[in-house]
């Protein structure tokens, strides 16, 4: 194992807004068979800003996903917060997922015929709720999209895109949201804001957040950074800085 800080479980008295115990996830079967997960157990701590990170094919997505109820594991157990998503019917985690979990995606995954506005407000719609208008009026504010509510996804720029998408992310006040490289379809000015927001919804607003990523600068936004090699959890990195994770990432491709 190879980390700057030697892997921890997490402190005893912090609340866990994800975790998994002992998980495993294989594609194929047979000799063609890859296991992308190797016995992975793991607690993201309430509160904080975590990034999942590591070389291509180290497991680091499809951690994420697992621990979003995007994808079930072949063995072991999820949680979110004290619920066991891995107990959860179908139509048990869909619901759990549409009013406790955020996404956001490099791609923004906004619906072009929807104002932002609307986008905004699809998952409460989708579970049938009003939410909070105080709640949406912080958000909105928070973000700087007070302006932009009645423009389509084709007429906002890249930025106020992911600003939407971020929105829609945190308008049911969910218990993680989880980022998969959310700054990749940025330039570095643009991505930084996206960034900047993250940490602002983790520092003021008591968010927490799991991000994927394979870019150090990003990486240096969270409070933790999580380290895959091969399906595995190879350590961990408290306090990051992205001339840390470099180094720490250049060690591991060795």
Known sequence: MTSTT???????????AA?????TKTYGAGETAVRAL????VGIEAGQFTAIMGPSGSGKSTLMHLLAGLDTPTSGRVFLADAELTRLSDTALTRLRRSRVGFVFQA???LPTLTAEANIRLPLQLAGSQGDPAW???????LGLEDRLGHRPGELSGGQQQRVA??????TRPDVVFADEPTGALDSTTGAEVLALLRRSVDEWGQS??????D????????RVILLADGQISGEILEPTAERVLEQLTGMGR
């Open 209 to 214: 957040v799991v991000m994927v990523t394979h």
């Open 38 to 41: 190797d016995g992975v157990s």
């Open 6 to 16: 030697t892997s921890r479980a997490p402190r005893p008295q912090a609340t866990l």
């Open 216 to 223: 150090p600068v990003a990486a240096g936004y969270a409070d």
């Open 19 to 23: 975790s998994a115990i002992d998980l």
């Open 136 to 142: 949406l009026r912080q958000v909105v504010s928070g």
């Open 108 to 110: 923004f995954n906004l």
């Open 166 to 171: 971020l929105a829609r992310a945190l308008v």
